[in-house]
């Protein structure tokens, strides 16, 4: 099984900042297949990001993936009051089982 | 616009079972795996299961192998998940998962 560590736990920015989280795989994540979800609070996660790289349908070009093998990024630049939330990475590359990174929370 | 509506979810003892169902539209339901997710209160995102576009192949989490079964109803785009033996540590949020996520379900084992 894979395990997924995102760091930091926790990030403190302000507003119009770069925000820029980071998730490390265990052993090689097969065609990079790593998303991103967001979930603010009281509500269900959102896809944001999947194939480490392409944004899903309808989430703005502030948000963008990179990365490739065992370590992605995800950044959100001009940072915005609404992007208060939990980012979690999900791995869904190879045989399962599949796994969620613990988690970062972004504070604005 | 691509929607999952779950259904289902309740209080139920520990033993007890009980089904989830997540019902699919805007998008052609037939051509995507789909996975179940829960979320215990106050922790993070654990994924318990996938199910093949056909429903062909199904995989668990070792947490609920043997006790949950995932399946699929294609001419209906419905997802299900029933659930078994069902323990205290069952109780959690769960969701269904396919690019979107549902509005998530709580299910809640106490007696």
């Known amino acids: 099984e894979i395990v997924l560590t995102q760091s930091p736990g926790t990030l403190s920015l302000s507003l119009g900042e770069r925000a820029t989280l980071s998730c490390r795989a265990s052993?090689?994540?097969?065609?990079?297949?790593v998303a991103w979800h967001q979930q603010r609070p009281g509500q269900a996660p959102r896809l944001l990001i999947y194939?480490?790289?392409r944004r899903a349908t309808g989430i703005p070009d502030r948000f963008s993936g990179s990365g490739s093998g065992t370590h992605f990024t995800l950044t959100i630049t001009g940072l915005e009051p609404e992007d208060s939330a939990v980012y979690y990475c999900?791995?869904?590359?190879?045989?399962?089982?599949?796994?969620f990174g613990q988690g970062t929370k972004l504070e604005i | 616009e691509v929607q999952l509506l779950q259904s289902g979810g309740g209080l139920v003892q520990p033993g007890g079972s009980l089904r989830l169902s997540c019902a699919a539209s805007?998008?052609?339901?037939?051509?995507?795996?789909m996975h179940w997710v829960r979320q215990a209160p106050g922790k993070g995102l654990e994924w318990i299961s996938l199910?093949?576009?056909?429903?062909?192949?199904?995989f668990y989490a070792d947490s609920v192998k043997g006790r949950f079964t995932v399946s699929r109803d294609n001419s209906q785009n419905i997802l299900y998940l029933h659930m078994d033996s069902l323990r205290a540590d069952d109780t959690a949020v769960y969701y269904c998962?396919?690019?979107?996520w549902g509005q998530g379900t709580m299910v809640t084992v106490s007696s």
């Open positions: 998962q396919g690019g979107a």
């Open positions: 805007g998008f052609t339901f037939s051509s995507f795996a």
């Open positions: 199910i093949s576009n056909t429903g062909a192949d199904s």
């Open positions: 052993q090689k994540v097969d065609n990079n297949f």
């Open positions: 194939g480490a790289s």
């Open positions: 999900h791995q869904y590359g190879s045989s399962p089982p599949h796994s």
